[in-house]
């Protein structure tokens, strides 16, 4: 199965991605991600005004299958959490890249990205190429 990859994400081991606007980040979890747990089923963010720590868990999701840590790829302030996943979790399956995203946050250094995983790579990970 093949799953698509956004060149201009990162990402992070853990399946979460990360696209920076200038100092906004938006984070979510990959349509790898998604398609690895199965049925979401619960998801806990945290609240607008909460501090993000680069590498850090922020919240969790919870399918069928089992329940994951989320893990932030920036530091800084949340300012927008994606309210509509909150009472339907299972709508991350269906746009994770667009719809399904989870947080905006205002980053402190936009640069902290710079090493997080670039599509290619990521893709290369997970698919064992």
Do not use: C
């Not at 999701?61 to 909150?86: C, F, H, Q, Y």
């Amino acid at each position: 199965m093949s799953f698509e990859y956004p060149q201009d994400f990162r990402y992070l081991d853990s399946h979460e991605y990360v696209r920076i606007d200038g100092e906004i980040a938006t984070i979510g979890i990959t349509e790898f991600a998604v398609h690895e747990l199965g049925d979401i089923v619960f998801l806990e963010l945290p609240e607008i005004g909460d501090a993000l720590t680069r590498g850090e868990n922020f919240g969790t999701i919870e399918s069928v299958k089992a329940v994951e840590e989320l893990n932030s790829p920036v530091t800084g302030t949340v300012i927008e959490r994606n309210e509509a996943l909150i009472n339907s979790p299972e709508e991350v399956s269906e746009d994770p890249y667009g719809e399904g995203w989870f947080l905006k946050v205002r980053v402190n250094d936009p640069g902290e990205i710079e090493d997080a995983l670039t599509a290619d790579e990521y893709r290369a990970q997970v698919e064992g190429e």
